[in-house]
């Protein structure tokens, strides 16, 4: 009998033990699967928020490229005594190769928008995402009487290193790029280097129509 207790006794602690061990192994499956998935959703957190970081840069580096882009094509103009072929195509070939007519200009030394990728996709990598940008398709063409429009299409592909999560967005860009400040390469090219006017704002820009549709052009004057 007393055999037959022990027995029962053995059986019973293995029993509780058996039990104890599977709660937890599972309370640490529990944990690691929460840990996972946490993880999961901060890197993907760091990862949307590195896509929108992108955007915002990409405008910044457009504010930095274009104007250098602007200031190289009237430099040419002004130097040289003719205008370009074609000023967009020219324009667009300085922003991407930073050459114009195929002839490198300093004023883009490493300031093209492939380079501006370049070390965007090289940060990237020390954050612990693979970033890959594609330009698929731009454009820069006059907006109005003061902006130029530069328009781009890129595909953004982000991997998170381990796997983890990853991001592919196909995204229009449009930035408006002010030509006020620069030198009109119009007044050289008719004087021959006689005149130079810098673009600016007429004082009347967006109140000249509403003045005239008055007949009131201040100083008593009616029309």
Known sequence: MGKMKGIMFSVIIIVLAG?????IIY???????????????????EMYNLYKSILRDFDKAIDVIAPRAISSAISYVVTNGIGLDEADKRLEELIINGTLYGIEEPLLEDTTLPEWIRKVEALSIQRGFVLNISIN????????????????NLTINITEKDGVASLIKNVGKL?????????????PLKTLGRAVN?????????NFTQTLASGNYGNNHFY
């Open 198 to 206: 810098v673009i600016v704002k007429s004082p009347f820009y967006k």
């Open 137 to 152: 398709s731009y454009e820069i063409k006059p907006f109005d009487s003061w902006n130029l429009a530069f328009e781009a």
């Open 27 to 45: 309370h640490s499956v529990l944990i690691s699967t929460h840990r996972e998935r946490l993880l999961v959703e901060i890197r993907a957190s």
């Open 19 to 23: 039990a104890i061990i599977a709660g």
């Open 175 to 187: 930035k408006l790029i002010p030509i006020t400040g620069f030198e009109d390469p119009i007044y």
